[in-house]
């Protein structure tokens, strides 16, 4: 394939080898984020769960965006930890955090409804 040869998609080769990198380093940042919140001193505390799981829906969202379901799975299945993390959170933290953890968990289980 020449450059700037038009794929299937209708995009240049180097755009769908950049859509593919992008995807692979949003997984590859929330893997590294969560395996060191995993082995952390503090363990995992309520803040680094919310940012977390943001970070995780966010990875999701591009992985689903690209029909990339293999990634998306493997960032759904951690973000489910954090979904618990939230879920024992709710209740203890309502007046801090409550809205943020609904619409998070919200999130998080559309974009699981949308894997399947």
């Known amino acids: 394939m020449l450059r700037g040869e038009q794929i299937e998609s209708g995009k240049t080769k180097e755009n769908a080898i950049r859509d593919r990198i992008r995807i692979l380093l949003r997984v590859f940042a929330f893997l590294v984020l969560d395996t060191t919140s995993r082995h952390g001193k503090q363990g995992r505390d309520s803040k ?3 940012r977390l799981m943001k970070v ?5 969202v591009v992985c689903l ?7 998306a799975t493997k960032v759904l299945e951690r973000a489910a930890d954090y979904q618990d993390i939230l879920e024992k959170m709710k209740d203890g933290r309502k007046e801090e955090y409550g809205d943020t953890i609904e619409q998070l968990r919200i999130e998080y289980f559309l974009k699981r409804t949308a894997l399947v």
């Open 48 to 50: 680094s769960s919310l």
């Open 56 to 60: 995780a829906l966010k990875a999701a």
């Open 65 to 71: 965006d690209a029909q990339d379901t293999e990634s």
